[in-house]
């Protein structure tokens, strides 16, 4: 079946740091690929996507690329700011399934200090 | 309406009482998912709706959970006979059918079983 691997958390960065959160996935075919993020007090939003190999998503600074060699994608930001806090959630569609509910790992804290 | 709404925001309820958790969908939004959040976990899939059809309802996990969408529109997931493992964040989203199948979620219905 399908799965999405997150590195453990959480994680803590000062303000300015650089951010790397690792994801892994297992699935048949190709899948299409999200990265949620869950602000606290708030419902899960889309923070990017990729539907095809070598694809890059990007959104507010963040960017991940489908990597299909290593069945990875990898969210990453040059620069992070207070406002990031929050958990990230990766998460993955089957292709060519009739039902396109998605699969996601669980999770990581982010928290960012001034 | 602007997004996906879900009621009510948080529950308690008394292990063997049954709940009902309301899920009103972005309008004109043909699919619609609940998932299951527990405590430190990813979203785990329950059930899909395409309009009033449920197509899949692989992730209940058991004859104690039921879902409708009588009307293609408002969703009611229902409980019968809750058992603290039932604890969990309640969640709700909606999307249109075809394309990128982007998910838009609610903002969650906590339910804690005493």
């Known amino acids: 079946g399908n799965s999405v691997t997150q590195m453990e958390g959480p994680v803590t960065l000062s303000e300015e740091a650089f951010l790397t959160i690792n994801c892994t996935y297992t699935?048949?075919?190709?899948?299409?690929l999200f990265w949620y993020v869950q602000y606290p007090g708030e419902g899960l939003q889309l923070l990017l996507k990729?539907?095809?190999?070598?694809d890059k998503g990007s959104n507010k600074g963040f960017e991940a690329t489908y990597r299909k060699e290593t069945t990875s994608f990898h969210l990453e930001k040059g620069s992070v700011q207070v406002s990031d806090s929050a958990v990230y959630f990766c998460?993955?569609?089957?292709?060519?399934?009739?039902?396109?509910?998605?699969?996601f790992g669980k999770g990581i804290t982010l928290s960012v200090r001034p | 309406g602007a997004g996906v709404s879900q009621s009510p925001r948080y529950k308690v309820a008394k292990r063997g009482q049954d709940v009902a958790l309301r899920c009103d969908p972005i309008?004109?939004?043909?699919?619609l998912f609940w998932y299951q959040q527990a405590l430190g976990q990813g979203p785990e899939f329950l059930t899909y709706?395409?309009?009033?059809?449920?197509?899949?309802k692989s992730g209940l996990p058991s004859d104690r959970f039921f879902a409708e969408r009588p009307e293609g529109s408002v969703s009611t997931l229902k409980i019968q006979r809750t058992q603290q493992e039932d604890s969990a964040v309640y969640l709700c989203?909606?999307?249109?059918?075809?394309?990128?199948?982007?998910?838009?979620f609610g903002a969650g219905t906590r339910l804690s079983v005493l």
């Open positions: 699935a048949t075919g190709y899948p299409s």
């Open positions: 309008s004109g939004h043909v699919s």
């Open positions: 990729a539907t095809k190999a070598d």
């Open positions: 998460a993955l569609i089957s292709a060519g399934g009739a039902n396109s509910k998605l699969t």
């Open positions: 709706f395409q309009n009033e059809a449920q197509l899949d």
């Open positions: 989203a909606s999307s249109l059918e075809g394309g990128l199948r982007i998910q838009y």
